[in-house]
């Protein structure tokens, strides 16, 4: 025991020395400036350096008791073998299984059980195995497993070393890469500045190329507008050629100063003409006119009769082929306005469409690639409606700030308003002879409007709420309205009387539409439900729910076989009611449909969105004849 506190000691003393010689090299890779220490210095630790002393004296403690804790596992190790000894020919067994000596295991057992059973000695006697014996056995194996040990370390050491010269290739061949990486990026930002100063050169005649071919177009449309004028005036002055008879001498009644406007000459129409001069004809026939039978109004515009053939009829039979679903595509998404779309007119001649919004404008535009033609300001509110003069020369819109605008698209400017409700309005129309505008209220009244005579012919009274949407019959004087009184009314234009009530609707409708054969209508309302009336009989034929959402408007194909209905859950449903289905157009994702319309000529619908944008959908065949033209 002394011997082993000796050794215990004076391996202590060992690590305090290894401790005492740590020093710092000279040589270091980091930055930090270490500062020189003279040889004939001792080595002794500063008052600041009390941590790094506590660390020195933990170390040198751990140290002590991994000795004293060894020192006692051998001692026990001793206890425990002087206390268990093994006999001695257990021992030799043992030994010669090591071995493998199998044979002289068997004699030795065979010798040592006969020199027993013959008494020549005992198992007492013999005695045990001297614990020297076992204590080089226990160390033999230990050498044994700390040789496996020290085998099994070397193999990991060379599989490390091999990790580390592969993990050292793989770094240079990276850096050597990332070098590459770098020279060629910066290469690449070399060509994009030249690039973008490139570019910086053109863009001033790119901008003023795009504004040439934005004042051609205008100019384009424009001058076409002049031709359709000019060739609408020589019609008219045909037909009044035309009905002069040689011999005939034609009175000009003499007019006042003042009664005469430009504003008239300018919307007055070919249709208007022929009719006064048919008056004028009439009334030298019948002899002089007493001053009490003159009218009140001379400019006032006469009321075509209801004799006229609609022109709608022969192009509903040619169509007589309904759309199909399945053949309906999303061309084109137009962002046109910065608030929403309420409101759509197609140009009854050219692939031009007027779209009314939120942000008080309306804005003309091409119909394929959506540029814009001409935009319109003078609105205090929101743009409600817009209607197409049946020429395509005149506009008229429909405003929350409750007037009724009437523009000329050749000047490109509004040439007449009318005031006269006293709350916002929602929808306009148009007159098929192009002399009247009707006009729908929020303050629950309808008004027909003299553009001739620049006045309000007729009040049309008997809604108990809002009045949504208004329109003409074509080439009739019979007016469409709808309400928020859940109702519908057809009423004489000519007297400003209502002629009929339809009733069936449980909620307010929102819009109403004649179809192309003008026999049926289309009525929606907030439920979302789609009605089809006979007009003759005033009774619903069929009855769609495309809710739970609001249906806002409707609007029937040229073929009349087809409705299509803009609902609030942002989608177009398209209803046929000879097939008896209905499906969904998915374009504007959750947002709002507000209005919708079809354009005859292109055999397009479209559709606008709360979110400003209008959508595209292209029939098939229209679609493929569309690819094939651009393909040429």
């Not at 043992?94 to 030795?108: A, E, H, I």
């Not at 608030?339 to 140009?347: E, K, Y």
């Not at 535009?365 to 300001?377: F, N, Q, T």
């Not at 009733?503 to 309302?525: K, Q, R, V, W």
Request: include cysteine.
């Amino acid at each position: 025991m002394e011997e082993k506190e000796e050794d215990a000691e004076a391996s202590g003393s060992e690590v305090s020395v290894c401790l005492q010689k740590i020093t710092i090299t000279d040589y270091s890779t980091d930055d930090y400036q270490y500062e020189e220490v003279s040889a004939d210095d001792e080595f002794s630790l500063q008052e600041g350096d009390e941590d790094l002393s506590e660390v020195l004296q933990a170390v040198q403690e751990q140290a002590e008791d991994a000795h004293i804790l060894a020192s006692k596992s051998v001692l026990t190790s001793e206890k425990s073998v002087s206390e268990i000894p093994e006999a001695m020919d257990d021992f030799f067994c043992n030994f010669l299984v090591s071995l493998g000596m199998s044979r002289t295991l068997d004699c030795f057992q065979t010798e040592w059980y006969e020199l027993i059973e013959r008494g020549a000695f005992r198992a007492k006697d013999v005695g045990f195995v001297p614990t020297v014996y076992t204590c080089n056995q226990q160390l033999k194996a230990e050498n044994m497993r700390l040789r496996e040990d020290l085998d099994s370390y070397k193999r990991a050491a060379n599989k490390a070393k091999e990790a580390f010269l592969k993990m050292q290739k793989e770094r240079d061949f990276h850096r050597m890469h990332h070098k590459r990486v770098v020279q060629e990026k910066n290469r690449l930002i070399c060509d994009i500045r030249r690039l973008k100063a490139h570019y910086a050169s053109y863009e001033p005649v790119l901008k003023q190329m795009t504004e040439k071919y934005q004042s051609a177009l205008r100019q384009k449309m424009l001058t076409s507008l002049e031709r359709d004028r000019a060739v609408g005036q020589v019609t008219g002055l045909q037909a009044i050629l035309h009905n002069l008879q040689p011999g005939y001498a034609i009175q000009i009644p003499v007019k006042k100063a003042g009664h005469e406007c430009e504003r008239k000459k300018s919307l007055e129409g070919s249709t208007q003409r022929a009719l006064q001069e048919a008056r004028q004809q009439k009334m030298l026939d019948a002899g002089p006119v007493k001053d009490s039978e003159k009218k009140r109004y001379p400019r006032d515009s006469e009321f075509p009769v209801d004799s006229q053939v609609n022109s709608y009829l022969a192009r509903a039979k040619e169509c007589s082929q309904p759309l199909k679903h399945g053949e309906y595509k999303l061309e084109n998404t137009l962002k046109l306005h910065d608030s929403a779309v309420s409101c759509l007119a197609s140009h009854p001649l050219k692939d031009m469409v007027v779209t009314g919004s939120d942000d008080r404008l309306w804005k003309m535009w091409a119909l394929r690639d959506g540029d814009i033609i001409m935009v319109g300001e003078g609105h205090t509110d929101w743009v409600s409606g817009c209607c197409f003069h049946p020429s395509g020369t005149q506009l008229v819109t429909s405003s929350g700030d409750t007037t009724v605008r009437i523009w000329d698209l050749s000047k490109g400017g509004c040439v007449l308003t009318f005031k006269g409700h006293a709350q916002a309005v929602w929808d306009c129309s148009w007159h098929s002879c192009g002399d009247f505008v009707a006009s729908a209220s929020k303050d629950s009244t309808s008004k027909i409007w003299d553009v001739n005579s620049e006045r309000c012919r007729y009040t049309m009274r008997g809604h108990k709420d809002s009045v949504s949407s208004i329109e003409f019959l074509p080439f009739s004087n019979t007016v469409l309205t709808s309400s928020a009184d859940k109702t519908l009314s057809l009423w004489d234009a000519r007297t400003g009387l209502r002629v009929c009530t339809f009733y069936g609707h449980l909620h307010s409708c929102n819009h109403a539409t004649f179809s192309p054969e003008s026999n049926m209508i289309a009525s929606c309302d907030t439920c979302g439900v789609l009605k089809l009336w006979d007009v003759r009989q005033a009774v619903p034929m069929l009855s769609v729910d495309t809710g739970p959402r609001s249906a806002n408007q409707v609007a029937f194909d040229h073929s009349g076989c087809a409705v299509a209905v803009a609902s609030s859950d942002g989608t177009v449903k398209v209803v046929q009611p000879g097939l008896g289905q209905l499906h969904s157009l998915q374009g504007h994702g959750e947002t709002e449909m507000q209005s919708v319309a079809f354009h005859c000529p292109a055999e397009r619908l479209l559709s606008g969105a709360a979110d400003g944008t209008v959508c595209l959908w292209t029939y098939g065949a229209s679609a493929s004849m569309l690819s094939m033209e651009r393909t040429a």
